[in-house]
């Protein structure tokens, strides 16, 4: 790994610095230089400006919108003593996110922790750069509620228990904003067509830089992912849409501009939109998942330019489908048990290595990868 110079010297200076602290042992406050993680089983509280402290258990106490102001300060130190959660809880993307200028939302700024939806809201509405961690399960106030995240975000659960219940994002004219490793849904109402309500898990409009990383998508009202309205540069990876009717949406515009990578995704379990991919400049589709897929999975729409590598389709209802309008270029797929109609390539698709590189896995390997990583994983922000 590489270490920048100032944090080699901070590190070598400071030589506990990479340490955790004990159960019951200081983990922050103003001027501490120690550890600021607790060991396996404990979580650091917030006590007052000079003290935080390691206590037993996971959850988060209630003093919840002070824990989650101070962490700004408390966790300034971490930013530059602990080499591991900086660079762990700050990933920048990769794929057609990577373009325009890269999509590395708040990395860089403030860190905060929240446990609680206003606090979330507060900060994904601020001005500048945050990281914001979530810690535990948040459920939204307002059922339904999308909050209007703003320029340079990221959005990353703490270990694998980081949830946004009952709520979702919405991105309006914004841009560079990343969500990772969390889950994220349960607005559903009960009209499986999606008709009453429009609560998206993500809704985009005119948004761009967007990475979706390690998250689980599950029973919205409307769409899990709604892509809208030339949103672009848009990367989603290892992430579980499930139990649902309408799951990614992209287009509702007629320029082609929208660029999007989407791999090692897992759809399972639901019915239509796997993506609907519509007036795409570019869709690369690789190493994704398709399993119990009821209406119809990738689907190439107007006048879309998609590329599909090494897909495996199982139990997929038109696995591929392609108007006559689009182009398509699928290879290396496998069908397993699928049924309906698979469309036929057409034209010639772009190239994606002229745009970024990545590494198409083996199809055969590719359910058994994609089960154990699309959804959140414990080492992407640990602390
Ligand atoms: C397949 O997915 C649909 C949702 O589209 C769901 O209703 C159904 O229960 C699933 N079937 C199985 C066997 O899980």
Request: aromatic share 10%; charged share 10%.
């Amino acid at each position: 790994m590489h270490v920048p110079k100032p944090l080699l010297a901070a590190l070598l200076l400071a030589p506990g610095a990479l340490a955790q602290s004990p159960l019951y042992g200081q983990c922050g406050g103003i001027g501490w230089t120690g550890p600021t993680t607790c060991v396996s089983g404990s979580t650091c509280v917030y006590s007052n400006a000079y003290y935080s402290q390691c206590l037993p258990g996971t959850a988060v106490t209630t003093t919840t919108t002070k824990a989650a102001t101070t962490a700004a300060t408390t966790t300034k130190a971490a930013t530059t003593t602990t080499a591991a959660a900086s660079t762990s809880c700050q990933t920048a993307a990769h794929g057609f996110a990577a373009l325009n200028g890269g999509t590395t939302g708040g990395n860089g700024g403030t860190v905060v922790v929240v446990n609680n939806w206003a606090d979330l809201k507060k900060y994904a509405t601020s001005t500048g750069k945050y990281v914001i961690k979530v810690s535990g399960k948040i459920v939204a106030t307002t059922t339904g509620e999308e909050i209007p995240v703003t320029n340079d975000k990221t959005i990353v659960g703490i270990g694998t228990t980081g949830e946004i219940y009952g709520g979702g994002f919405g991105f309006n004219n914004v841009k560079n904003i990343i969500i990772r490793n969390l889950k994220i849904g349960n607005t559903y109402d009960g009209d499986w067509e999606g008709k009453t309500h429009d609560w998206d898990g993500i809704q985009s409009d005119t948004s761009s830089n967007i990475w979706v990383d390690h998250c689980i998508f599950e029973r919205g009202a409307d769409g899990l992912i709604d892509l809208r309205l030339d949103s672009n540069y848009i990367t989603i990876s290892y992430t579980t849409f499930r139990n649902h009717n309408k799951v990614l949406g992209i287009g509702w515009t007629d320029n082609v501009i929208t660029q999007a990578t989407i791999h090692h995704c897992y759809f399972q379990n639901v019915e239509q939109r796997n993506p609907s991919a519509d007036n795409l400049k570019y869709a690369h589709l690789y190493n994704n998942y398709l399993y119990n897929i009821t209406s119809y999975g990738h689907y190439s729409r107007g006048s879309t330019n998609m590329r599909i590598e090494n897909v495996y389709f199982e139990k997929a209802n038109n696995p591929i489908t392609r108007d006559s309008t689009a182009i398509l270029q699928a290879s290396g797929c496998t069908f397993v048990s699928c049924t309906g109609t698979t469309a036929a390539n057409s034209g010639t698709a772009f190239n994606p290595s002229s745009f970024y590189s990545y590494t198409v896995d083996a199809t055969a390997n590719v359910p058994a990868l994609v089960k154990a990583n699309a959804q959140p994983i414990a080492s992407i922000c640990p602390s």
